[in-house]
Nanobody
């Protein structure tokens, strides 16, 4: 069984910083990519940042230059450093892990989400 658990959300003033962390645990063959998504009230879930097992990363335009995704493959963790936060960054942030549990089985696993609230 695979588990994905986030931590690090909270309340911060505009211009402040937060760091989110996510750990994948359980029995699996390989983590192919890890990503952060977010969902604000009344909006669709959107990709914030993604990083592959080769270290390649990509970001939503709205967070480029402010957010940094990093990964520790040895520990099966991914982090999201969020700087210069804006009220529009307020959302529930979800960690996603693209995991191969065997040679022929691969799927996405989601964490439970962590609330990030940025006050103006």
């Amino acid at each position: 069984q695979v588990q994905v658990v986030e931590s690090g959300g909270g309340l911060v003033q505009a211009g402040g910083s937060l760091r989110l962390s996510c750990a994948a645990s359980g029995t699996f063959k390989n983590i192919n990519a890890m990503a952060w998504f977010r969902q604000a009230p009344g909006k669709q879930r959107e990709l914030v940042a993604q990083i592959t097992n080769g270290g390649n990363s990509n970001y939503a335009d709205s967070v480029k230059g402010r957010f940094t995704i990093s990964r520790d493959s040895a520990r099966n963790t991914v982090s999201l450093q969020m700087n210069s936060l804006k009220p529009e960054d307020t959302a529930v942030y979800y960690c996603n892990a693209d995991i191969s549990t065997s040679l022929f089985q691969r799927r996405n696993y989601w964490g439970q989400g962590t609330q990030v609230t940025v006050s103006s």
